[in-house]
Antibody
Framework: EVQLVESGGGLIQPGRSLRLACAAS????????MHWVRQAPGKGLEWVSG????????AYADSVQGRFIISRDNAKNSLFLQMNSLRVGDMAFYFC?????????????????WGQGTLVTVSS | NFMLTQPPSVSGSPGETITISCTRR????????LQWYRQRPGSSPTTVIF?????PSGVPDRFSGSIDRQSNSASLTISGLRTEDEGDYYC??????????FGGGTKVTVL
């Protein structure tokens, strides 16, 4: 059974940094693209960032480009999101999401498994 | 980048058929795979349709996906509506710069 468990969320002041982690199990981690998707309370889904199986292709939403860094450690079956210069508008549940394919294309953008999410609250 | 536009809400009575549209404002709707997800309150989204038409195992055949090239839109049709079908439905695709795109979501209510 695929399991994606996020950690690292919490209350943080604007301008500060936070690092999210996702522990993956139940599948061959380095065979799949991985993504972060966020959802502000009561709002819709927003894709944040994704990377290919080996991290060779990485993409970010315009709203986080230059502030967030996605990475993965295939040896440890882990996905990360380094969030810098946090803003009130970044406040959301952050979901770790598995792609159904290897790369950031085609089935790699079918989000076939989701974690339960970790809440990031940005407030002074 | 491009936008995917969905109606905010759709409702129907048990047993009825409803359709949710997802319109792409620029570029061709079928140029990139499109998925549909359902999110029930307090839960993470799950796939109901992937790659325009395909249903994951476990999703009943009451759910179907289609593409209309004339209106440049995708549709999710739910037939034989049940109370368990309630939730928020999102269409999703990606752009030429490898960035994901979600529609704004449609709240489905069973009357």
């Amino acid at each position: 059974e695929v399991q994606l468990v996020e950690s690292g969320g919490g209350l943080i002041q604007p301008g500060r940094s936070l690092r999210l982690a996702c522990a993956a199990s139940g599948f061959t981690f380095d065979d799949y693209s991985m993504h972060w998707v966020r959802q502000a309370p009561g709002k819709g889904l927003e894709w944040v960032s994704g990377l290919s199986w080996n991290g060779g292709v990485i993409a970010y939403a315009d709203s986080v480009q230059g502030r967030f860094i996605i990475s993965r450690d295939n040896a440890k079956n882990s996905l990360f999101l380094q969030m810098n210069s946090l803003r009130v508008g970044d406040m959301a549940f952050y979901f770790c999401v598995k792609g159904a394919g290897t790369n950031l294309i085609g089935e790699g953008f079918h989000f076939d498994n989701w974690g339960q999410g970790t809440l990031v609250t940005v407030s002074s | 980048n491009f936008m995917l536009t969905q109606p905010p809400s759709v409702s129907g009575s048990p047993g009825e058929t409803i359709t949710i549209s997802c319109t792409r404002r620029s570029g061709s709707i079928d140029s990139k795979f499109l998925q549909w997800y359902r999110q029930r309150p307090g839960s993470s989204p799950t796939t109901v349709i992937f790659e325009h038409y395909h249903r994951p195992s476990g999703v009943p055949d009451r759910f179907s996906g289609s593409i209309d090239r004339q209106s440049n839109s995708a549709s999710l049709t739910i037939s034989g509506l049940r109370t368990e079908d309630e939730g928020d439905y999102y269409c999703q695709s990606y752009d030429d710069n490898n960035r994901g795109v979600f529609g704004g979501g449609t709240k489905v209510t069973v009357l």
